[in-house]
């Protein structure tokens, strides 16, 4: 079953809510391809890889939540842009792509979705005073050590987090996919015991040894496979389309 580009767009632009929340992207349609959607590709960022594979599945729209045109990029249509643009144009392939209203979803955002993976019960937004900053705050069903939780960590995405060790048992844990390491500091004043991210910075270490939290950094593209799969079942099941993810290795 086929079903116009536009209406696709449409749904998913009103399920994230996207115009309401300030990026530093332009967030839904980025590329227009054909009309008609019967097939999505979905997959975290829109290198050539995924383009290439998505070509390779037929695919008439590709999703993604890492798209184009960032802010403070070079315009100009030169280079591995130009290769990529060229592919989604020669090939009528639309690509749509959602950030921070990705990030943000209650149901298929990539906080949330991780938190699933994990088995942290959510309690609510890293920061009540600042809800620009997407991460969350969730709870474990019993205690663990710090490495008890890094191999679980482990399990579920398929790759050895960092791990920094504190002191104490791992109850409750804040965290924000990606790249997210700058908000240790609101997790260190939500009373966390750890603090994962999708990255590090050289400056998170000392701020989870001195603050005595553990943190972890999973992996950026890791942390954030899920909420992109989610939103493609959502639209599949919407408007009963085929939806196949495809995962573009990468160890960042």
Request: charged share 20%; with cysteine; aromatic share 6%.
């Amino acid at each position: 079953m086929a079903v116009a580009l536009s209406t696709l767009v449409e749904e998913a632009d009103r399920y994230l809510n996207s115009a309401r929340i300030q990026d530093y992207c332009p967030n839904g349609l980025q590329v227009e391809g054909r009309s008609q959607v019967t097939r999505i590709v979905s997959g975290v960022t829109a290198s050539q890889a995924l383009l290439d594979a998505a070509v390779d599945a037929d695919a008439d729209l590709i999703l993604v939540h890492h798209g184009y045109f960032w802010k403070g990029e070079s315009p100009c249509v030169v280079g591995m842009k130009q290769r990529r643009l060229k592919t989604l144009l020669k090939h009528d392939i639309s690509l749509l792509a959602y950030h921070l209203p990705l990030d943000l979803h209650p149901e298929v955002g990539n906080n949330v979705q991780l938190a699933r993976q994990l088995d942290i019960t959510v309690e609510g937004p890293l920061d009540p005073e600042n809800l620009k900053i997407v991460g969350l705050v969730g709870s474990l069903a019993e205690p663990v050590t710090p490495r008890d939780f890094a191999h679980r960590v482990q399990s579920a995405l398929g790759r050895e987090p960092l791990l920094i060790a504190g002191s104490g048992m791992i109850r409750r844990v804040g965290w924000c996919t990606g790249g997210g390491q700058g908000y240790i500091d609101q997790a260190v004043l939500a009373g966390v015991d750890l603090y994962l991210s999708g990255e590090a910075s050289e400056q998170t270490f000392h701020s989870a040894r001195e603050n005595d939290i553990s943190f972890i950094a999973a992996g950026h593209h890791a942390t954030e496979r899920y909420g992109v799969q989610a939103l493609g079942n959502y639209l599949a099941r919407r408007f009963a389309l085929e939806h196949l993810f495809i995962d573009c290795p990468n160890p960042i």
